[in-house]
Every structure is written in structure tokens, then in C-alpha cells.
């Protein structure tokens, strides 16, 4: 792959984009080879849940306290996931400022199932994929400009991803890309920059090839296991996820170890050595980079 100095990051990744599609042709195209794809209209155009707007939620769930969190107000470490919101605000006040001026404000993991059941009734997970975890829909929202940084889902589940109004730009990588990423060891984020890639820093971005895509009201997005997202708000929006486990024993395996043992490993081992541990983890995923950086300019020789 020729090193560009300019664009490091080659986004020219394509994406299939369909609607009506059959168990058969989802299962054989996406599913089981694990390619990502937009769906539009997965519910069926009529369903209720694309009825879902901004004013659906203030009459109906106005009232509730939601965690809200801010990249711009909040420190964090780049290997580090969010483990609760520092910040509670009335859930129609939230809505109302995301609509009112671009802001990084973000709701995400939002469980709006649990404040109003029947919503759970205003659509019904199409016979498409199996192992649906049905019973764990969470909602997303966010105002022009916020951002979810890359990385990829602990849980390593697949994702259908759906925009229900506003309009999010994706950037996904292939899971076979994560040392050139730069994946923390015991971690499932990295600390590099879509929108401003450094090269010197991070050389290894020259040598892998994203998908660069824009979801809208009604699209779905599935994101297989253990695929890379950075996620931004072209406007306000909000949106839905549901997750279904991989049709790979492998990558069930590798989301049990990553919640149910990696990351309290991360935990403890950061409580005990700080940044002395978080330094050992920059250093081992510059190291794991290298080598292939210098496995692909052997190739190109």
C-alpha cells in the first residue's frame, strides 16, 4: 500500500447499501463472512419506531434525570471506557439543547426501554439473524459536533445500528487492523485521531483501509464483531442499537474474556501501577505495530 503523507488514513472502503433483504442473502453476504452493511427500512417502512422524534421523547420522557457526558469537560485516559455519566440533567432540557446549537453533550447506552416498556412494542427484530439480544435495545444521542471516539464494543457482539433522525458519519476498520491502530493491550480502544491522523506518531495508519459512510433516518447499520467505529453527529441526532452474538464461537469467546476477565485485569492492574501501566501499553502497542509495519514494507519490496 503506497504511503500517502498527506491522507495517511485510506477511507475508500466500500459499503453495500440495500433494502428488502432476505434471511438468505443477509446470513450468506453479511452475516456469516462478517461484512458490514447499511439496511434501509429493517423495520418494515410503517413500523412506529421511525416515528420516534425529538418531541416524542420531551412529552413522553421529559421529566426523567438521564447522565450526560462531555468530552470537552471530562479527562479520561485513552485506554480507558466510560463507566458511568458525571453529569445528570431533566431529559427534555437534554433534547432541547442538542437541538437549540451544536454541542459535544452525548447520551449513549441509554436504556429509554426502562422508563416506557411498550416501546419494546413499536417494532419486532426481523427474522434476519439469530442469537438477537433482543431483551438489550439502547438508545444514542447527540448534538452537531459530538463524537464517540474509535473503539471497539467490549462485548464483541454485532451491532444494527439505527439513525432515527439526524444524520451520523461511520468510520469502520476491520478487526484484522487492530495492532496498525494501535489497540492498547488489554483495552479495546486506541488513542489515534480519524480526523487528525498523525502520521509520524502513528505510522502504521498508512497501511490500512477504512470504510467512511453516512447514516439517516431509517438507515440500520450492521457492524459485525469486533469491528472499529468512530462515530460523529453531522446534526442532532438519536438513534437505536440492537446486538446480536457472531456466528463465531471465536469471537463469543473473545467477548467473554474481554468483560468478563480482561477488563477487571486493566482495572486492577491500573489501580496497582497507574501510569506506569498505561505507559507499558503505549509502548507494547507501538512494538506490536512495528512489526507489521515492517512485515507490509517487505511485501511492497
Not at 432540557?93 to 449513549?108: A, G, H, M, N, V
Not at 441509554?110 to 439473524?129: R, S, T, W
Not at 448534538?143 to 444524520?167: K, P, W
Request: hydrophobic residues 35%; glycine residues 6%.
Amino acid at each position: 500500500m503506497k504511503i500517502d503523507t498527506k491522507n495517511p488514513i485510506d477511507l475508500s472502503g466500500h459499503i453495500d447499501v440495500v433494502e428488502n433483504i432476505t434471511r438468505e442473502e443477509f446470513q450468506s453476504k453479511y452475516m456469516k463472512p462478517q461484512i458490514p452493511v447499511i439496511i434501509k427500512n429493517l423495520y418494515g417502512k410503517d413500523a412506529k419506531v421511525y416515528d420516534w422524534t425529538f418531541d416524542y421523547f420531551k412529552r413522553e420522557l421529559g421529566q426523567i434525570e438521564v447522565g450526560v457526558f462531555d468530552d470537552e469537560s471530562e479527562t479520561r485516559k485513552d485506554d480507558r471506557s466510560y463507566k458511568s455519566a458525571p453529569k445528570t440533567m431533566k431529559f427534555g432540557d437534554y433534547l432541547s439543547l442538542i437541538q437549540e446549537k451544536p454541542t459535544t453533550k452525548r447520551l449513549f447506552l441509554f436504556n429509554v426501554f426502562k422508563h416506557k416498556k411498550e416501546l419494546h412494542n413499536h417494532f419486532k427484530f426481523p427474522d434476519i439473524a439469530d442469537k438477537v439480544l433482543k431483551f438489550l435495545p439502547l438508545a444514542f444521542f447527540g448534538g452537531q459536533g459530538a463524537i464517540t471516539r474509535i473503539h471497539r464494543d467490549m462485548d464483541n457482539s454485532c451491532v444494527f445500528l439505527t439513525e432515527l433522525a439526524g444524520y451520523k458519519r461511520v468510520v469502520l476498520f476491520d478487526p484484522k487492523y487492530s495492532a496498525l491502530l494501535y489497540q492498547y493491550p488489554f483495552s479495546t480502544h486506541t488513542s489515534i485521531d480519524v480526523n487528525n491522523p498523525d502520521l509520524e506518531k502513528y505510522p502504521g495508519l498508512a497501511y490500512v483501509q477504512g470504510i467512511d459512510c453516512t447514516i439517516g433516518p431509517g438507515d440500520t447499520l450492521f457492524m459485525p464483531a469486533g469491528w472499529w467505529h468512530h462515530i460523529e453527529y453531522s446534526t442532532a441526532g438519536l438513534g437505536f442499537a440492537i446486538r446480536s452474538l457472531s456466528p463465531n464461537i471465536s469471537d463469543r469467546l473473545q467477548g467473554f474474556w474481554q468483560v468478563g476477565i480482561m477488563t477487571h485485569i486493566d482495572e486492577l492492574m491500573n489501580k496497582l501501577f497507574g501510569d506506569q501501566w498505561f505507559n507499558w501499553k503505549k509502548s507494547n502497542a507501538r512494538k506490536k505495530a512495528e512489526v507489521l509495519i515492517q512485515r507490509e514494507k517487505y511485501k511492497n519490496l
